[in-house]
């Protein structure tokens, strides 16, 4: 069974996994044109795609792939999060220049 953990690892060290994700998010689309879109190797693509339809976020028809709804659930999800987790990283070097007081009160959420 797949963890949570695991499927967040599984996007957060590989950017050319959110980068196929993306791509997917445009349609069905067949491996050449995600090949071409992402310049990734078609050995990587194969991988990824594997591991993809293992997770049942996508569904291969032939040579042509598309998300299914968990899949386009999954990369809008993520998408969020690391949208969210750039934000605070330009947040904490904002910060670093605070007092702490100021930025605490600031950065409050």
Known sequence: MNSA???VALLANSENRV???EVLQQGPIDRAAIQA???VSSATLRRILTDFEA???IVPQGDTCELTPLG???VEEFTNFLNM???CCELQQISNGCPETSCRSTFDV
Do not use: D, K, N, S
């Open 5 to 7: 953990h695991g499927a």
């Open 19 to 21: 980068a196929v994700l």
């Open 37 to 39: 879109e992402t310049a």
């Open 55 to 57: 997770r049942y976020w």
């Open 72 to 74: 386009a659930w999954a």
């Open 85 to 87: 987790m750039q934000t």
